[in-house]
């Protein structure tokens, strides 16, 4: 995890907790570090214009999860929000920023690439969401570890038929848009693998 500045171990050993709290079969510290890995590939292109910001927010993003909740995104960007501040006081880290790309993972699917307008920020939030998304244009074995890994993390808390119901009727959508990805960096690398998992997936919710 090169982060583009100094990251106290305490945060990290707090980030670690979080994300195992409670245990998940996908939204853990293994998921923010695929995110990162595709943030480093945004870095290493395109790259950010603040990326210490972007950062934090791929640190945070899902710290708070819970099945079903609809409030996870905003109970996570409230932790950032207060975790930041505890961590660098002075670090002059623009936090409504962290709390802004976090609160938008929460309308995943619903963002069109436009929606930002086309400054270096709006980059900066089209790259970020769509890191988030990469691993719907993974390798097929890996979408499906993903995809298995959300159904056990709903189970206990949503009926079977309504979760399969939802989950189906979530990725049509998905498919059914012109852009599954905003930005043309994630665009040209995945759209293609990601239609291929997603019609595969959608056959098998019946």
């Known amino acids: 995890m090169d982060a583009p500045f100094p990251l106290p171990q305490g945060l990290l050993a707090e980030l670690e907790a979080a994300y195992a709290t409670p245990p998940r079969a996908y939204h853990d510290f293994n998921h923010v570090r695929e995110v990162l890995r595709h943030y480093a590939s945004v870095a290493e292109g395109p790259a950010w214009t603040q990326p210490v910001e972007v950062y934090l927010a791929v640190l945070f993003h899902d710290a708070i999860y819970e099945a079903g909740r609809s409030d996870n995104e905003a109970r996570s960007a409230a932790l950032a929000a207060d975790r930041i501040a505890h961590w660098w006081p002075d670090g002059g880290i623009d936090i409504p920023r962290v709390r802004e790309l976090i609160e938008l993972t929460a309308r995943h699917g619903q ?16 790259q970020f969401l769509d890191c988030d998304m990469a691993i719907l244009g993974a390798a097929p074995d890996v979408f499906d570890a993903y995809d298995r890994g959300i159904a056990a993390e709903y189970r206990g808390h949503v009926p079977g ?5 939802r989950r189906r009727a979530f990725l049509k959508g998905l498919l059914a848009r012109e852009r599954i990805y905003l930005s043309d960096f994630f665009h040209e690398r995945l759209d293609a693998q ?12 019946r």
Do not use: Q
């Open 194 to 205: 990601a239609r291929s998992n997603l019609r595969r997936a959608i056959t098998t919710k």
């Open 111 to 126: 963002h069109a690439p436009l929606d930002f307008g086309k400054t270096a920020g709006a980059d900066d939030t089209r």
């Open 161 to 165: 038929w309504l979760f399969r119901n």
